[in-house]
Each structure stands twice: as structure tokens, then as C-alpha cells.
């Protein structure tokens, strides 16, 4: 099973971007998925989060300005990023709890490698 996420860029002040982070692999199931970012000398943050039934959980610092959703029939995930913001620069990190075909009864957690975001004032 892997994570592979995409969509970073450098953008200014008030633009939008859209993150994607497609799951492959043996999966019987992808329970929550997540995406984190940390920026240089800071720690690993939650950004937002979705589990299987849709509910969503934000930080405060996007709340009003992010959106994740996801595909369960295509084991995507995305992260639109509307008014991004100088401080919204970081690498981003998508995550995902699934079960694999192979043990379906054990979510295990699972990293994508990060997508740089640059907000430039």
C-alpha cells in the first residue's frame, strides 16, 4: 500500500491550490485520511482530517478556508486551499488509516511523501 500525494506549488497571497493523494495498492478499506504540513523549525501539524462516513475535522488556522474530501470508489483524497495565506507555507503530508486486503481487520497508518507549498506575500 502507498501514498503518493501531488499537487504543491508556489502561489501569491489569495490564490487557491489543490492537493491529491491517491492510494494504491492491495486496500480492502481506507478508514480516515489526513493531511498534515510543517514548516521549517516547526513541528508536524494537523491540517485536516476525514474519516470513511465524510465527518471532518479542521484546525483552526484553515477553518473557512480549506475543504477535504474524498473519492472512496477511487481512493483519493484532496485538500482544496482557497485565500492560502504567507504562513500556510510548509510541506504537506497526506495520511490514511487502511485496512489491506491482506489483513482486513487491521488499519494500519500510512505517509505519502510531502508536497511542497509556497505562499508568497
Known amino acids: 500500500v502507498q501514498l503518493q500525494a501531488s499537487g504543491g506549488g508556489l502561489v501569491q497571497a489569495g490564490e487557491s491550490l489543490r492537493l491529491s493523494c491517491a492510494a494504491s495498492?492491495?486496500?480492502?478499506?481506507?478508514?480516515?485520511m489526513g493531511w498534515y504540513r510543517q514548516a521549517p523549525g516547526k513541528e508536524r501539524e494537523l491540517v485536516a482530517s476525514?474519516?470513511?462516513?465524510?465527518?471532518?475535522n479542521y484546525a483552526d488556522s484553515v477553518k473557512g478556508r480549506f475543504t477535504i474530501s474524498r473519492d472512496n470508489d477511487k481512493n483519493m483524497g484532496y485538500l482544496q486551499m482557497n485565500n492560502l495565506k504567507p504562513e500556510d507555507t510548509a510541506v504537506y503530508y497526506c495520511?490514511?488509516?487502511?485496512?489491506?486486503?491482506?489483513?482486513?481487520?487491521?488499519?494500519?497508518?500510512?505517509w505519502g511523501q510531502g508536497t511542497q507549498v509556497t505562499v508568497s506575500s
Open positions: 495520511n490514511a488509516v487502511i485496512a489491506s486486503g491482506w489483513n482486513p481487520t487491521r488499519g494500519d497508518d500510512y
Open positions: 495498492g492491495y486496500i480492502f478499506s481506507i478508514n480516515t
Open positions: 476525514i474519516i470513511s462516513g465524510g465527518r471532518t
